[in-house]
């Protein structure tokens, strides 16, 4: 198994203008996207860039990058372009679409989701879910919940449906985290694929892939990532990077 780690991102966010150049302890996001995943170790990283002010900011850092179209319409259709671009051969046989606002993630996440797609011949892509933070998350439409049927160990778990809306009983709920690990045909064939009914209904692109008959598998992790969404996020990451300084 060979990974392809790639990092979509784009200039053009509605709640976060300029948002992969925001600076995080005078470090790019995107870059610090890109350095904790070259610190997974999990395989070669680049950036998956639709704009070329993000190609030069990772470059200057020493990274590397790619530009994609800009009209592409998802961050799986610009990681697919990259893997293309950089991978003509088809060498790497497994492409991991890390989200670019994550700019602090334990390692094992990335980690764990990659290595599914080894222990589970069965699975066509990865992902990642935690705990809940508490019963709020269970009616928070922004909270995608994973319906998952768990292992007997509780470290990993077949997903069978993710919705946005309210689980029914007072169980705790998986919260989903958007890290995909595919396989690169199942890559191809999910992008090659129309919007599917579910994925429109929930506003949630991985319930295309189960529409298509695609396996999910989800690692479950202790603790969810440091995300930036909006401003607030923003200023959280930043105290955040001061108060762990690497």
């Not at 990092?7 to 470090?27: E, F, H, Q, Y």
Request: charged share 25%.
């Amino acid at each position: 198994m060979k990974p392809l780690v790639l990092i979509p991102a784009r200039l053009a966010a509605t709640r976060l203008p300029n948002k992969p150049l925001a600076d995080i302890g005078g470090v790019p996001m995107i870059v610090r996207v890109l350095r904790q995943a070259e610190k997974a170790g999990v395989g070669p990283v680049a950036v998956a860039a639709g704009d070329p002010e993000i190609v030069e900011a990772v470059e200057a850092a020493g990274g590397r990058a790619v530009l994609t179209d800009p009209g592409l319409p998802s961050g799986s259709d610009r990681v697919l372009a990259a893997a293309d671009q950089l991978d003509p051969a088809g060498e790497h046989d497994v492409i991991v679409n890390l989200q670019g606002d994550v700019p602090f993630f334990d390692l094992a996440m990335l980690r764990d989701c990659v290595g599914l797609l080894e222990q589970r011949p069965d699975c066509d892509i990865a992902t990642v879910v935690v705990p809940e933070a508490g019963p709020a998350d269970r009616a928070d439409p922004d909270k995608v919940k994973a319906v998952l049927a768990l292992q007997p160990d509780g470290r990993s778990g077949r997903a069978l449906y993710f919705t946005r809306s309210t689980l029914y009983g007072d169980a705790p709920i998986w919260w989903h985290i958007g890290f995909y690990a595919y396989r690169r045909a199942a890559l191809r064939a999910f992008t090659a694929a129309p919007p599917s009914p579910l994925e429109r209904r929930e506003k949630l692109e991985q319930l295309r892939g189960m529409e298509l008959g695609m396996t999910i598998w989800a690692a479950v992790s202790d603790a969810a990532p440091v995300e930036v969404n909006n401003p607030a996020d923003l200023e959280f990451a930043r105290a955040y990077a001061k108060a762990h300084p690497q």
